[in-house]
């Protein structure tokens, strides 16, 4: 598949918050020797062995939000590296606190669009691609900014190794469904499971996901193979 140098739609609001000392403070610590900044447009490859310095599975985490979730689950999974990406710096900020506070050496953390940084990633180095409770954009006219939709998707799956997975979470009924008809329509990609998957236990709750829960909304998981 051929990728353009457009500039791509965005999938996300590009939105800042205000940090407190925690977060700035690790900021200027932690950012220099596990953050990296995606720049729009720069498609030079990225070297996940020496970004990491150790050749170990890589799992991306797109969209981690306040980063608990990536921080639990790379503390109970040495034996892979996560590559997690976000816009908001809040989030950045506490993820970065969570690696200096746990002593993690497996986490990398970058600012930034995903499929910038995903065009960045060499074809085939990926164990895992997380994407959970991405921004569902409800609205019909803003369904183009989804982030599961078919261009994003075979980028996301030319990144993964053969047998690697994606792993997609939403807490919206529509885009479950949406996403399940994207996903099986992808001619690299096999469904795990009959359907929607269940819940896995390696998933840790997610800030959002008690939301969607308190709110009365079910919980989907859809996660895919390359073939």
Request: net charge neutral; glycine share 10%.
């Amino acid at each position: 598949m051929s990728e353009t140098t457009e500039r791509p739609i965005r999938t996300f609001h590009p939105r800042r918050g205000r940090m407190g000392s925690r977060h700035a403070d690790a900021m200027t610590d932690i950012w220099p020797a596990y953050g990296l900044t995606v720049v729009d447009g720069d498609r030079t490859p990225l070297d996940l062995v020496e970004l990491f310095g150790r050749d170990a599975p890589k799992v991306l985490e797109i969209g981690f939000g306040m980063g608990d979730t990536t921080a639990a689950m790379a503390a109970a999974d040495p034996g892979r590296d996560y590559l997690a990406v976000e816009v908001h710096t809040p989030g950045i900020g506490n993820l970065l606190s969570l690696i200096g506070e746990r002593g993690l050496t497996n986490v990398r953390v970058a600012h930034g669009d995903a499929m910038e940084l995903v065009r960045k990633v060499p074809a085939g180095s990926l164990d895992a691609v997380h994407a959970f409770f991405p921004d569902p954009w409800p609205k019909a006219r803003h369904h183009k900014r989804r982030l599961i939709q078919p261009a994003n998707v075979a980028l996301l799956r030319e990144r993964l190794r053969p047998g690697g997975t994606l792993h997609c979470a939403t807490d919206w009924a529509h885009y479950a469904e949406a996403m399940a008809e994207t996903l099986d329509a992808d001619p690299g990609l096999t469904n795990a499971h009959e359907g929607f998957a269940p819940r896995p236990a390696h998933r840790p709750e997610t800030k959002f996901e008690r939301r969607g829960v308190s709110s009365g909304r079910e919980i989907f998981d859809l996660i895919y193979r390359r073939t």
